[in-house]
């Protein structure tokens, strides 16, 4: 279990990698980005969804679990916002969620990046996505 200590800790380095992106969202030849540091936050509270239900949101529930309770919570079963409204990409497009066991985390977040489509579930040239971050884009990092 994640101690109070830790997650303000986490949250302090997530407000900071994104406060300093979110001025030029569009910064080329950086890994830091306004997308990226947007994904980290939301990958954020994901987790702190599963610390606090035992689970991950079913991808019915999606990223929706995180400002809307979800019906399928038992009513007995406390549940508060995560986030006070899901964020948009650098280009205006929803962030995608996707469970997936074979991922760290057991999930992964993707952008559709600037042209709002994905035919591989966030593995296009041009999409974003908290499984290989590190790996160059097409119209994010200059490259």
């Known amino acids: 279990m994640i101690g109070k200590p830790c997650l303000l800790g986490m949250a302090g ?4 990698l994104v406060g300093r992106c979110a001025s ?12 990226f540091g947007t994904l980290c936050s939301i990958s954020s509270a994901v987790k702190m969804y599963q610390v606090n239900h035992g689970r991950l949101p079913t991808e ?8 809307k309770r979800p019906a399928s919570l038992p009513p007995a079963e406390n549940w508060s916002p995560l986030m006070d ?8 497009h929803a962030y995608q969620y996707r469970r ?15 042209d709002g489509i ?6 296009d040239p041009d999409d974003r996505n908290t499984w290989d971050h590190d790996k160059p884009r097409a119209g994010l990092t200059g490259s």
């Open 13 to 16: 380095a997530v407000a900071l």
């Open 24 to 35: 030029d969202p569009m910064r080329e030849g950086t890994h830091c980005d306004f997308t």
């Open 60 to 67: 019915a529930e999606g990223l929706s679990a995180l400002v």
């Open 85 to 92: 409204k899901l964020p948009v990409d650098a280009w205006g």
């Open 100 to 114: 997936d066991r074979s991922l760290k985390d057991g999930f992964g977040l993707y952008s559709l990046g600037p």
């Open 118 to 123: 994905s035919a591989t579930l966030g593995n």
